[in-house]
């Protein structure tokens, strides 16, 4: 069998099938099959040859995802906002993108699986860290943020995400209110006085936190 010369665009082509079906099915109602259905000659076997599970699919198009639509990136460029204020933008701008906010919502039940939540983490610590510890001291050097801890509040905001995966930690509305509330209390304390209003009507906007899917 002759090698595929450019896996990359199999791998392109794969992820592209993949975000348009779990956007319009769902990540539950895909399977493996409908993906290969929809990749005009490839087998199963070539879909599995570059991902092991759907899941891992899923990984890879929220890495990509991310990378094509980094807000780190994009509030880097920005000269009139000191660095808490890019760090708000980055939160803000991370959840404009209504595609990416869908499939986190989708993949939420996923993280009930320990070693799919142990892989998120990693790659959140290996990417989002040296972003939040970059702008944390550039608030420190501008004035913006007081605090001693840049290194220890740079890994606390990766685990506060937890907080607010309701697979994770169950809560009813008020409930997540409630330690949003707390959260932006701590970091206040701390010398990053990251949440404030316009941030808190985000939170209540996102989708798995509407008082609909409170049961």
């Known amino acids: ?5 450019y896996p990359e665009v199999t791998v392109d082509k794969i992820l592209e099938v993949s975000e348009r079906l779990f956007l319009e099915k769902g990540y539950d109602n895909t399977t493996i099959q409908n993906i290969v259905d929809e990749l005009g000659g ?15 699919i899923m990984d890879a198009l929220s890495a990509k995802m991310f990378s094509n639509h980094n807000p780190f990136e994009a509030v880097k460029k920005r000269t009139d906002l000191n660095g808490l204020q890019k760090m708000k933008m980055a939160i803000l701008l991370n959840q404009s993108d209504e595609k990416q906010v869908e499939l986190s919502k989708q993949a939420i039940p996923l993280l009930k699986n320990p070693h799919v939540l142990a892989r998120m983490m990693e790659e959140n610590r290996r990417i989002l860290y040296p972003y939040w510890l970059e702008l ?16 220890e509040l740079s890994e606390f905001l990766i ?6 995966i309701p697979s994770i930690f169950p ?6 209110q409630r330690r949003y509330l707390f959260v932006s209390e701590i ?3 701390m010398g990053l006085p990251l949440y404030d209003d316009e941030l808190a009507a ?7 936190f509407s008082k609909e899917d409170e049961k």
Do not use: C
């Open 42 to 56: 490839l087998t199963k076997g070539a879909v599995y040859h570059h991902f092991k599970s759907k899941e891992e």
């Open 187 to 189: 970091l206040e304390k």
């Open 159 to 164: 685990v506060i995400d937890l907080l607010f």
């Open 202 to 208: 985000m939170i209540k906007s996102l989708p798995y």
């Open 136 to 151: 944390i001291e550039e608030g420190q050097r501008d004035g913006s943020i007081h605090t001693e801890y840049a290194k």
């Open 1 to 5: 069998m002759a090698r595929n010369k």
């Open 171 to 176: 809560g009813s509305f008020e409930e997540i």
